[in-house]
């Protein structure tokens, strides 16, 4: 069935990346399988395809658990020519996505690997390069929705050739909204000399990113949802109406649901525009990206081009602090310590700046927060032992490490480990992903 669809299966372990995608093919649904998906999909980091055997009948609540547990998808029971070409499609798809997603479009501005991230990035490629929906992108202050917002509009293949235009709605003043929007005729008001296009007729053929569209006034929603409609509009001052077809997306920190239910935004706007909603998470549920990404900043103020390192206690500083505004708070700080920096090598302690220090030793016991002990006190209550805690934790770590660092010996180097110890660890992964 597979090989028909020009899909062959690989004979040799090492010939397996560990972060390759794989197909589970199950004659039995009961608690081992979901615990196999969740750790050879690394808890959804990779695709597994859910295939069940022929004869094997697959009901909605067992597909459902195997989505939690990590697969990617689950194809139900069909003919072996069809299942083929199903398999093929999937796995096409996730091979286009995930190569947009090591582009230097992502690479270069969306920086991170952890899960939480590379989920968002899975959606972000999917809804710019097929589908021209209109996209919702919620999540807290800086975590960088502008960002996220430009790729959509780079990755969009009828978008890129165009413009990206882009609209505050929180400096937009409502008296000269009017023509922010639609653009003016000469004469139109007072101080009008000349005629003047808006963000609408800027973005015909395009990309139209309106910030923070949770405080534009209710007066304005109107409008902008005749626009959206329709898509035609008249420049303050005329009666001839203009097209304009764009690609919107919107960004906000506010809970649209919540406002339209105190009527403080349009019900009819939120549908137009909640085409696809993308949320973006916050810094703290991504804690492994904030070392690649302070690098990243780094690299950026330096404007050197050279990777720089960061002593222990840096490290673990940057890693415990708290980022109330998220990754623009964590840019803003690498800023900071990036002017003082001065020399070759790492950057050390006496480099952070003094109201950054804190007032007491950090603990180093620190990193086992509530979160952490949320985790294992979930494991613990689902009857999970401590040997499988323990090497998942293991696992885990070790799946981290490989990722932040990019070659063995310097994950190795990082969890204090032997490079053999590791190698055995990773041949292992291999020979289980063999198995898929």
């Known amino acids: ?23 589970v093919c199950f004659a039995t649904l009961d608690a081992d399988l979901s615990d196999f998906i969740r750790e050879a999909s690394g808890q959804g980091q990779r695709r597994v395809l859910a295939v069940p055997m022929p004869g094997v009948a697959v009901d909605s609540a067992s597909a459902w658990r195997l989505l939690r547990a990590g697969a990617s998808d689950v194809l139900l029971a069909t003919s072996p020519a069809e299942m083929g070409k199903l398999i093929r499609a999937r796995i096409e798809r996730w091979l286009i996505v995930d190569e947009l ?3 230097e479009i992502i690479r270069a501005h969306l920086v991170g ?36 917002g430009r790729a959509i ?24 909204a009017g023509s922010e929007f639609f653009g003016h005729e000469r004469g139109a008001f007072t101080g009008a000399v000349s005629s003047r296009d808006g963000a609408f007729a800027l973005a015909d053929g395009g990309t139209l990113f309106l910030d923070e569209i949770g405080d534009l006034p209710l007066p304005l929603q109107g409008q902008l949802l005749r626009v959206v409609q329709e898509g035609a509009f008249k420049r303050v001052g005329s009666d001839v109406w203009r ?65 720089i390192e960061f002593d222990r206690p840096v490290t673990e500083y940057l ?19 990036s002017s003082r920096h001065s020399g070759p090598g790492p950057v050390t302690i006496g480099e952070l700046p003094e109201n950054e220090r804190p007032d007491e030793l950090m603990d ?14 979930r494991a613990v209550a689902m009857g999970v032992g401590l040997r499988e805690i323990t090497q998942a934790a293991a696992d885990t770590a070790a799946r981290i490490a490989l990722r932040n660092t990019g070659n063995l010996r310097s994950a190795a180097r990082t969890l204090h480990v032997s490079d053999r110890a590791l190698q055995m660890r ?7 992903l063999q198995g898929l």
Not at 364 to 377: D, H, L, N, P, V
Request: hydrophobic share 40%; charged share 25%.
């Open 113 to 148: 690997s952890s899960p939480a991230w590379v989920a968002l990035l899975r959606q972000v490629v999917e809804v710019a390069c097929f589908t021209s929906a209109a996209i919702l992108l919620t999540g807290e202050t800086g975590t960088g929705k502008e960002m996220i």
């Open 243 to 307: 097209r304009s077809r764009f690609r919107l997306v919107c960004a906000t920190h506010c809970d649209l649901l919540e406002a339209v239910q105190d009527r403080s935004f349009r019900q009819d706007l939120y549908y137009r525009i909640a085409g696809w909603v993308l949320r973006v998470p916050p810094l703290r549920h991504r804690t492994e990206d904030i070392i690649p990404l302070a690098k990243h900043f780094f690299n950026e103020f330096s404007r050197g081009g050279e990777s």
């Open 101 to 103: 997603i090591r582009s």
């Open 364 to 377: 180093q016991g620190s990193w086992r927060g509530f979160e952490f002990e949320a985790t294992i006190g």
């Open 153 to 176: 509009h780079d990755l969009d293949p009828s978008a890129c050739e165009h413009e990206l235009i882009v609209a505050d709605c929180t400096t937009i003043v409502p008296e000269l």
């Open 319 to 337: 890693l415990s602090r708290a980022y109330e505004g998220n990754v623009r708070d964590l840019r803003q700080l690498v800023g900071r310590i």
């Open 1 to 23: 069935m597979l090989s028909r669809n020009g899909i062959i299966p690989l004979t040799d372990a090492e010939a397996v990346s560990p972060d390759a995608s794989g197909i």
């Open 426 to 432: 990773r041949a292992a992964w291999r020979n289980q």
